[in-house]
């Protein structure tokens, strides 16, 4: 059973953009939180970005200023818009959904999951 649908990803040339989608079921996107991590082969899971709907949001350092996390709650959607990527960009991305009670980076404090969308930015 999907609880997170993401979609978006593709193979793009080095500062191109991307804007990846997240579909939530109702019960994924009542949760406090959400947000995106990534996994390159032979790499740990690593956050991306994460928004809450109490109105916060967190970045990764490496990718501040180049990504935007948004949601559009009453559609249970999540984007991830990812602008001037580069190779060390090349992952898995992966829609996450969680309740608060642990750290918003840490990928534990998410119960809800999607498949994951393939990201490659070619050199």
């Known amino acids: 059973q999907e609880q997170l649908v993401e979609s978006g990803g593709g193979l793009v040339r080095t500062g191109e953009s991307l804007r990846l989608s997240c579909v939530a079921s109702?019960?994924?996107?009542?949760?406090?939180?959400m947000g995106w991590f990534r996994q390159a082969p032979g790499k740990e899971r690593e956050f991306v970005a994460a928004?809450?709907?109490?109105?916060?949001?967190y970045y990764l350092d490496a990718v501040r200023g180049r990504f935007t996390i948004s949601g559009d709650k009453a559609n249970n959607m999540l984007y991830l818009q990812m602008d001037s990527l580069k190779p060390e960009d090349t992952a898995v991305y992966y829609c996450?959904?969680?309740?608060?009670?642990?750290?918003?980076?840490?990928?534990?404090?998410?119960?809800?999951w999607g498949q994951g969308t393939q990201v490659t930015v070619s050199s």
């Open positions: 996450a959904a969680g309740d608060f009670g642990g750290e918003y980076y840490t990928y534990t404090s998410y119960d809800y």
């Open positions: 109702e019960r994924a996107a009542s949760r406090d939180r």
């Open positions: 928004i809450s709907w109490s109105g916060y949001s």
